[in-house]
């Protein structure tokens, strides 16, 4: 019966999401203390986790959502601005840092909160 609690499609979402945020930190952190290496190439989430997830949260599919891993790949539009070919720029690494922070903490407080009405549930409030 608990299991079913943590099995709600919503709630799988925002785990998800909370591990692709975690995974793309990793990521800006590469990124950023690679961002004088000659030729690295940016990485970032693969692109198909976020439509898959976007789709298996739409059809409010648990078992596809629980499926669902973020896996980290190049980024094929990243584009080398100097001769080095280092696909990495500062000021969009330190964007997507903030976005990701902002990202982190919206999935966060919706944990938060489903694990409340759940606590209110059991103790019959």
């Excluded at 290496?37 to 596809?64: C, I, M, W």
């Excluded at 280092?86 to 919206?106: D, F, G, H, I, P």
């Amino acid at each position: 019966m608990i299991e079913a609690l943590f099995n709600q499609p919503n709630y799988l979402a925002a785990k998800k999401t909370l591990d692709a945020v975690a995974l793309r930190q990793e990521a800006i952190n590469n990124n950023l203390a690679n961002l004088e290496t000659p030729g690295y190439k940016r990485v970032d989430l693969a692109p198909n986790f976020e439509q898959e997830l976007e789709k298996a949260s739409a059809a409010k599919d648990s078992t596809e959502i629980s499926s669902l891993n973020p896996t980290l790949a190049v980024d094929p539009s990243a584009k080398a601005v100097s001769k080095d070919g280092n696909t990495v720029q500062l000021e969009q690494e330190l964007m997507r840092m903030n976005q990701n922070a902002v990202t982190n903490s919206l999935e966060t407080q919706m944990v938060t909160n489903l694990l409340a009405k759940m606590r209110l549930a059991i103790k019959g409030q």
